[in-house]
């Protein structure tokens, strides 16, 4: 009986251990903060390029979402979370690769966006490192904030950069389906 007792005692303690969301050792939040806002979880998945793992990519919102359009054209805020994991991420990498999603995302064409797509492409001037994390919170009608770990970056105040931006990941043509799919949850 002291045995029974013990066991139940241990799995109990145990059972926070294991309820704990890890993707490719990243821990996942069930919601995070930011401006006085509260954001749960809508999915998350790994980034692949050919079959390195390169960052995890989640996806969190301020209310339930239908679809990715709840987030691209609104009313939902949004946060789009990067938490790279690959020691091959550079900062010209990011930087080439965002400048690629935001070429694909508009057509080739960057010419109206492209003052606000070089502040934003700013945010990867620095250092990357495996464990760093990006988080880009979406303001329906205001534009975008990004964060480097805890701190800000940058604030693009333009709602088709927002939208341009999010749809890198979650429009009609995503970087990755497989990723595309995950942070929405399906």
């Known amino acids: ?3 029974l007792i013990m066991t139940l005692i241990l799995l109990t303690m ?3 251990v294991f ?3 890890k993707i490719a050792r990243v821990p996942i939040e069930e919601q995070v903060a930011y401006s006085g806002s509260n954001f749960g979880l809508i999915g998350a998945g790994i980034r692949n390029k050919f079959i390195i793992r ?3 990519g989640s996806l969190y919102t301020n209310q339930p979402i239908i679809d990715e359009n709840s987030v691209l054209k609104g009313p939902a805020q949004s946060v ?3 938490d790279i994991i690959s020691n091959i991420i550079t900062s010209e990498l990011m930087q080439e690769t965002v400048q690629t999603g935001f070429d694909k995302a508009m ?3 960057t010419s109206s966006l492209q003052s606000q797509i070089d502040d934003f492409i700013g945010v990867f001037s620095e250092e990357i490192n495996k464990g760093d994390q990006f988080n880009f919170i979406s303001i329906p009608g205001r ?3 990004a964060f480097k ?3 800000e970056l940058t604030t693009i105040n333009d709602d088709r950069f927002r939208e341009v931006l999010f749809s890198i990941w979650l429009g009609d043509d995503p970087a990755e389906e497989s990723l595309k799919k995950a942070m929405l949850g399906k």
Do not use: T
Request: no cysteine; glycine share 16%.
């Open 80 to 82: 789009i979370r990067l």
């Open 19 to 21: 309820a704990e969301k």
């Open 143 to 145: 534009g975008v904030i």
């Open 14 to 16: 145990l059972v926070p």
């Open 149 to 151: 770990g805890e701190r």
């Open 54 to 56: 390169l960052y995890v």
């Open 107 to 109: 057509g080739g064409d």
């Open 1 to 3: 009986m002291k045995k």
